[in-house]
């Protein structure tokens, strides 16, 4: 299974982005999807979780103002993030649960600058 996240950028303050990933590969049951975000010399983050369960959480500083999605069909995950803040500068990471693995996109670079 590989994670390819798209759709990262430099934005300014109060701006919007919409983070992409695309999950190919043989994936029996997927149990989560997320989006994790990282900074230099600071652990990964949770950002946004979603399972298939229907149950959802997000880190409290980005509740009301990012959105994770899915579509089972494509297999893609998105993260819309509006409202951006220059402290949600960071590389956010997609992440899937499936068949009892954690698998991990490579980082988007997201700037959030004037």
């Known amino acids: 299974v590989q994670l390819q996240a798209s759709g990262g950028g430099l934005v300014q303050p109060g701006g919007s982005l919409r983070l992409s990933c695309t999950a190919s590969?043989?994936?029996?049951?997927?149990?989560?999807v997320g989006w994790y975000r990282q900074t230099p010399g600071k652990q990964r983050e949770m950002v946004a979780y979603?399972?298939?369960?229907?149950?959802?959480d997000y880190l409290g500083s980005v509740r009301g103002r990012f959105t994770i999605s899915r579509d089972s069909a494509e297999n893609l995950i998105y993260l819309q993030m509006n409202s951006l803040k220059p402290e949600d500068t960071a590389a956010y990471f997609c992440?899937?649960?499936?068949?009892?693995?954690?698998?991990w996109g490579q980082g988007a670079q997201v700037t959030v600058s004037s």
């Open positions: 992440y899937l649960l499936a068949d009892g693995k954690n698998y």
């Open positions: 590969g043989t994936m029996k049951t997927i149990y989560a």
């Open positions: 979603l399972a298939t369960s229907g149950y959802i």
